[in-house]
């Protein structure tokens, strides 16, 4: 157990609605890190933000958000969803700027 | 653009014997590596790592090296046991920018099964 926890663990929904992912790091980390695993691909960065700030931004869509809360957990955001948006999301967390990232255990998300 | 590129799919080792994943990389910014084990229906679990001023990092059954002019990583598995198998990803990162983010570059993964 990492100590990362994401829910939730599946999602189903159709083309154009809108998601919420859910992210919670593990105490004491400041830094959320947002990746999504698409068939047959690696983990691709999508955004990173610590202590409430954005830190860092990947290939993340347009149509996709993040946001840290006062209490470090964090929200991805994905709007008007699309078939090719269906994938696994991992949340990982990291104490210190550069690190070991520890990842949770995922959101699988079907777009249908 | 794959900046992280681990060329085998997949790997076959006999238990008690070395198992090696190899990663290339091209980006020449990457200061910092990692080795992620995976296993089906969970998140990536964090093995080992390895800064850019070292050549070696130990760790019990685990060593990682690196050939920083040849841009190739490897993670070596001594001695391979059955419940090492699973999927290894091997990750870099690089500051991304004057904000200091630390984003890590994935390769696709080499599949590891340890037979008995």
């Known amino acids: 157990d990492s100590g990362v926890t994401q829910t939730p663990k599946h999602l189903i929904t159709a083309t154009g609605q809108r998601v919420t992912l859910r992210c919670s790091p593990r105490?004491?980390?400041?830094?959320v890190y947002w990746y999504q695993q698409s068939l047959d691909q690696g983990l691709q960065f999508l955004i990173q933000?610590?202590?409430?700030?954005?830190?860092a931004k990947g290939n993340i869509l347009e149509r996709f958000s993040a946001q840290q809360f006062p209490d470090l957990h964090s929200e991805l955001n994905l709007s008007s969803l699309e078939l090719g948006d269906s994938a696994l999301y991992f949340c990982?967390?990291?104490?210190?700027?550069?690190?070991?990232?520890?990842f949770g255990p995922g959101t699988r998300l079907t777009v249908l | 653009d794959q900046q992280v590129k681990q060329n085998s799919p997949s790997l076959s080792v006999q238990e008690g014997r070395i198992s090696i994943l190899n990663c290339d990389y091209t980006?020449?910014?990457?200061?910092?590596f990692l080795w992620y084990k995976k296993y089906p229906a969970e998140g990536p679990t964090f093995l080992i790592s390895?800064?850019?001023?070292?050549d070696k990092n130990e760790d019990g059954r685990f060593t990682v090296f690196l050939n920083k002019s040849a841009k190739h990583l490897s993670l070596h598995i001594v001695p391979s046991q059955p419940g090492d198998s699973a999927v290894y990803f091997c990750?870099?990162?690089?500051?991304?920018?004057?904000?200091?983010?630390?984003?890590?570059?994935f390769g696709k993964g080499t599949s590891l099964l340890v037979t008995p």
């Open positions: 990750a870099a990162s690089a500051p991304l920018d004057s904000n200091s983010g630390y984003a890590l570059n």
């Open positions: 933000y610590y202590n409430g700030e954005e830190r």
């Open positions: 990982a967390s990291s104490g210190t700027s550069q690190g070991e990232q520890f």
């Open positions: 980006n020449s910014m990457f200061d910092y």
């Open positions: 105490s004491g980390d400041l830094s």
């Open positions: 390895i800064s850019s001023i070292k």
